[in-house]
C-alpha cells in the first residue's frame, strides 16, 4: 500500500479579480476526484489540504483545471513537511508581529544555485527579505503593494512560479495539515 502524505495545495491568481474565478466547493471536487482524501479548503483563494500518496501531483492538479474550467492555474504542491519547514524558518518571527503583512512568497522549486548567485533577490528589500527552504520571506510593514515586488523578480530571474501568502494563511494551513 503507497504511503500516505499530508499536502498543501496552493493555486496561484485564483478569485482575483474577474478572471480565473473559481468556488471552493467546484476546487474540493475536483481534488477529491483526483483521488485526494481529506480535502479541506482554506479563504476562497485557492488554498486546500489534502491527504494522498507520494508524488509529484502540481502537473495532474494543473492539467485537471485545464480539462475541467478551460483556464491554466500554476499550482504548488507542498509536502506538511516542506510547510512545517517555512514556518519554523522564519526569520522574522520576533519583528512581524502583523500576520496579514508578513509574506511567504511560495516556491514551485529550489533556484538553481548560479541563478541565485546571478540574482540576489534578497538585495530587492535586505533588511525585510530572507530566503528560505522553497520561500521568500518579506516583511511588509507598510503592506505588500509598498514592498519590492521579489516575487516577480523570482519569477523573471530564477526560473520558478511564486505564490504569496500571508502569515495568517501559512500558519492556517500548517494547523489543518
Known amino acids: 500500500m503507497a504511503r500516505m502524505t499530508r499536502f498543501a495545495v496552493l493555486l496561484r491568481g485564483i478569485n482575483v479579480g474577474t478572471a480565473k474565478r473559481l468556488a471552493m466547493a467546484d476546487l474540493r471536487e475536483l481534488l477529491a476526484g483526483l483521488g485526494f482524501t481529506a480535502v479541506r479548503t482554506h479563504l476562497n483563494s485557492g488554498n486546500a489540504t489534502v491527504t494522498g500518496p507520494d508524488g509529484e501531483h502540481a502537473p495532474r492538479i494543473e492539467a485537471a483545471l485545464r480539462e475541467r474550467f478551460g483556464f491554466e492555474v500554476r499550482t504548488i504542491v507542498l509536502t506538511a513537511g516542506e510547510l512545517r519547514a517555512i514556518v519554523d524558518g522564519n526569520p522574522f518571527a520576533e519583528v512581524a508581529t502583523n500576520g496579514s503583512r508578513m509574506m511567504a512568497h511560495v516556491l514551485s522549486a529550489t533556484p538553481d544555485p548560479a541563478l541565485l548567485a546571478a540574482h540576489d533577490v534578497v ?11 522553497r520561500v521568500l520571506y518579506q516583511w511588509c510593514p507598510d503592506g505588500l503593494l509598498a514592498a519590492p515586488p521579489l516575487a516577480a523578480f523570482a519569477e523573471k530571474h530564477l526560473g520558478v512560479t511564486v505564490t504569496a501568502r500571508n502569515w495568517n494563511t501559512v500558519t492556517k494551513l500548517d494547523s489543518l495539515l
Open 123 to 133: 538585495a530587492l528589500d535586505p533588511e525585510r527579505a530572507a530566503l528560505g527552504p
